[in-house]
């Protein structure tokens, strides 16, 4: 057993300062009132002493406990699989960090975590949440507005669309999404321009709105320059690799002259490259393949290289965190920077949509 070493105390930090402990108080929790000259003899005292506030203590002060939420709605094996939770995550961590927050992530597994998750944010535990992968039918921004949380969704809402007595939410809530309607025309659009009409779509989840945008991209594009599709060339999946190959033998097997395909994430077309090899489709002689998301981890592994839409998911989590700390920081950081906007920000619904361009790699 080692001995407890004694900390600096408030009281040490004002006598090295020759102020008072409330001036030390002051400039420790970020507060106004206290001249240059004072402020630097405390922070020179600090800083010679090794003085770590208590964080209860200084809670007590601030009435923030400088600690963000992170929600995922998704179990865990499905979160550290997946590199787009991973990449979101690294966006988020690196925005609060540099602000002093720390990161507490929440998982929940199915309905009983639910409310788990509930208790915690109204427990006074956190400062604000940041929620994504969110499904339609989800309880949690319920949960959350009920808690009271300052909170920022990743994604666009689509509370409402599926379920009942939601449909006012989904205006006054902040989020950051990308164009993937948008960018789903642009995937499709190319395919045509390289003159394949039989255009096949792997979807996402269909209770997820990310999923559901890039469908309506895929259907714009297929109803104003083909006429319309068939609908044997839409099979829904769930932006996984095994769903993606499920699919694609579903696909090949209704559907043989089938000559593209734009997969819903690049997960799913990793699957979908793997079942047209087995089955001796050339990619792009035969099949041309477009995903969606460019995540470099799953990339690589294509072969050949995949051509993909990218959306910045390491921005959208800073920018998540960033829209986050502008509510709780009164739109500065702890140092006294702006918290600035970005000019991608869409200000009539609180949301922020990043846009999205074509990544041309060798599969279509």
Known sequence: MTEAVSRPTLEAVAARAGVSRATVSRVV????????PLAERVRQAVAELGYVPNQAARSLVTKRHDAVAVVIAEPETRVFADPFFALQLRGISKELTAHDNQLVLLLTEGRDDHARVARYLAGGHVDGALVFS?????????????????????????????????????????????????????????LVDLGRRRIAHITGALDQTSAVDRLD??????????????????????FTPAGGEGAMRALLDRCPDVDAVFAANDLTALGALRVLRERGRRVPEDVAVI???????????????????????????RLMARLLLRGLLGGRGRDGTA?????????PDAGVILPTTLIRRATA
């Open 134 to 190: 969110l499904h339609l039918d989800d309880p949690l921004p319920g949960l959350i507005q009920d808690a009271g949380v300052p909170t920022v969704f990743g994604g666009r809402p689509g509370w409402g669309e599926g379920t009942d007595g939601s449909a006012n939410r989904s205006a006054e809530v902040a989020y950051v999404d990308c164009d993937n309607r948008g960018g789903a025309r642009t995937a499709v659009r190319h």
């Open 291 to 317: 995903g969606f998301d460019d995540m470099v981890p799953v990339t690589e592994q294509t072969d050949p290289p995949l051509t993909t839409v990218r959306q910045d998911i390491e921005e959208m989590g």
């Open 29 to 36: 929790n970020g507060g106004d009132g206290v001249r240059e």
């Open 217 to 238: 991209g895929y259907r714009d594009v297929m109803d104003d320059v083909l006429g319309g599709s068939d609908p044997r060339l839409v099979v829904e999946s769930d």
């Open 339 to 347: 918290l600035d906007a970005p000019a991608a920000w869409l200000a």
